[in-house]
């Protein structure tokens, strides 16, 4: 499923010692576009596994547009104060911002493609 490969590879990427960080190009800011990226797409790929677990009857039903996005922006929150764990990490609010931006764009993103499909609407 791509949906949790990719959760690995962010948490791999959030959770490592900052000993093993790859060096990021050297632009401002290019550390906010890679968490506004990892936070897009996660939130993408998991609103199409929730999509699937509605039948169409449910989802005319279900407004879920709003629990989802507190659930992406609960994990954009709580994955940057769980890098204070981590040694040679750092704890940045921008970070959580973007964060909230990446998740929100991604959920967008994914109801915009799917209007007449989704569950999040």
């Not at 936070?39 to 279900?62: D, H």
Request: hydrophobic share 45%; charged share 15%; proline share 4%.
């Amino acid at each position: 499923m791509l949906a949790f490969g990719w959760s690995l590879g962010m948490a791999y990427a959030l959770f490592s010692p900052g000993s093993n960080v790859p060096e990021l190009p050297h632009f401002y800011g290019s550390d906010k576009l890679i968490h506004f990226g990892m936070f897009c797409g996660m939130a993408f790929l998991w609103n199409r596994v929730i999509r699937q677990k509605y039948t169409p009857k449910e989802r005319e039903k279900s407004n879920n547009f709003t629990k989802y996005l507190v659930l992406w922006i609960f994990i954009a929150i709580f994955t940057e104060y769980l890098q204070l764990l981590v040694p040679g990490r750092s704890f940045d609010y921008l970070d959580i911002i973007t964060n909230i931006l990446g998740g929100t764009i991604g959920t967008v993103i994914f109801v915009y493609m799917n209007k007449k499909s989704s569950t999040l609407v």
